[in-house]
């Protein structure tokens, strides 16, 4: 079995555009992926085929460690855009293996490791600006079955909190958990917007309403300073999905400069390395909770990680609050129901893309919009936009 063929496709989906990948091979069959950038896809679609097409042309799908061993060797500069779009190809060809084998990806994973995949909700405050208004939220996604909130309450805020923006930030997390009860998990999403100073204030009073975990709270290029927030506050630190390289996660999981980590396998090389993260986060008694703010291929990608990898707490779930078209983009497919992850059935990750829904929503141009300057507000207010 040869890749004879390699396709990419984008589709709006709101306030993302998302690119997808599909590889043919000799034989008739094909394998989808996501190579999905947030607002830079572009950028990625032109270095798929300027440099990833010839190199994955001709080999065997089968051949996972020494077609991306050599990918990731080759790349050099190392970095996002390169590492999504050897992503993007290492998960068609896990597409692709398990339709070959006639069974799905989380089988050629290791199996099933779990009886049940729990979800949290991302996206579902768009709009909210008063406690109230988060509050009221809340409550209806955890109707919808949800127990676990991921959630950023800082504004505009950048490294230092001004009394009023901590007093919004500590209200709007207590309206929240006042109106979910206390078997919810909340997860506080920073942004990476903090200084360690600020961090550790505003954890300290946030720890009274016992958050799952603190996300990002200082840059995530300085593991020292997210390891000096972790040991000075009594709950969880999460980072890990702007990290993109083997060795990156190795050093993270060697200083434990956090409790959760979140590799994002559309970005750090695609389930092969994923796997290999998961060995060192066991090795160092650290769990998993894989970023994913994209598309329904990257997710797809991520549930099956999740049901072979014990590691794993639970799966980040964005797409009950995107657009809603964006189920048709791949035939309908629902991931689940009432807070947990289906168990995949069908051979490989057991969706398709549909070409004739992805052609009726075309590429619309976005730029990020800036957390610092206001527009973040303002954007995320019409509708809906978080990571």
């Known amino acids: ?15 993302r555009n998302y690119l997808f990948v599909r590889l043919h091979t000799d034989d ?13 896809e572009q950028t990625v679609r032109t270095l798929i085929h300027e440099w990833a097409e010839a190199r994955i042309l001709g080999t065997c799908p089968f051949d996972i460690e020494r ?18 779009a050897i992503s993007a190809l290492e998960i068609a060809c896990w597409d692709l293996i398990g339709k070959a084998c006639g069974q799905p990806v989380w089988r050629l994973l290791g199996g099933r490791a779990r009886d049940a995949l729990p979800m949290y909700a991302n996206g579902w405050y768009g709009g909210a600006q008063t406690p109230e208004d988060y509050a009221r939220k809340a409550r209806e996604v955890v109707a919808h079955g949800y127990r676990g909130l991921k959630f950023d309450p800082f504004g505009q805020a950048w490294k230092h909190l ?39 204030e505003m954890g300290r009073r946030l720890a009274e309403f016992d958050p799952a975990w603190y996300e990002e709270p200082v840059t995530p290029h300085s593991l ?68 994913c703010s994209i598309g329904p291929v990257a ?11 014990p590691q794993v707490m639970v799966q980040e779930n964005f797409g009950d609050f995107d657009a809603p078209w964006r189920p048709a983009l791949v035939g309908g497919w629902q991931p689940g129901r009432d807070g ?3 168990l995949p059935e069908r051979p490989g990750l057991g969706i398709e893309l549909d ?30 936009m978080t990571q």
């Open 28 to 40: 008739g069959l094909h394998g989808v992926g996501e190579a999905t950038l947030e607002w830079q």
């Open 162 to 200: 001004s009394p009023a923006e901590a007093d919004h930030a500590h209200d709007v997390v207590a309206a929240v958990r006042q109106a979910v009860g206390p078997e919810v998990q909340l997860m506080i999403e920073v942004h990476g917007r903090l200084s360690v100073r600020a961090a550790i």
């Open 355 to 384: 070409d004739a829904q992805i052609a009726r929503h075309p590429f619309v141009q976005h730029a990020f919009p800036s957390l610092w300057d206001g527009r973040w507000v303002r954007e995320f207010t019409k509708g809906g």
């Open 224 to 291: 020292e300073q997210l390891r000096e927030v972790r040991e000075a506050l009594p709950f969880p630190m999460a980072a890990g999905e702007r990290l993109y390289m083997l060795e990156d996660f190795a050093r993270l999981a060697t200083m434990r400069a956090c409790d959760v980590v979140q590799l994002d396998l559309a970005h750090c090389g695609g389930l092969g390395l994923g796997r290999k993260i998961a060995a060192l986060c066991e090795a160092h008694d650290l769990r998993m909770a894989p970023h």
């Open 67 to 84: 077609t991306f061993g050599e990918m990731i060797r080759d790349q050099y500069q190392g970095g996002s855009t390169v590492m999504t």
């Open 299 to 309: 997710l797809c990608a991520a549930v099956h990680f999740g049901w072979a990898t």
């Open 1 to 15: 079995m040869k890749i004879v063929r390699l396709e990419t496709l984008m589709a709006n989906c709101g306030l």
């Open 340 to 342: 947990f992850y289906d």
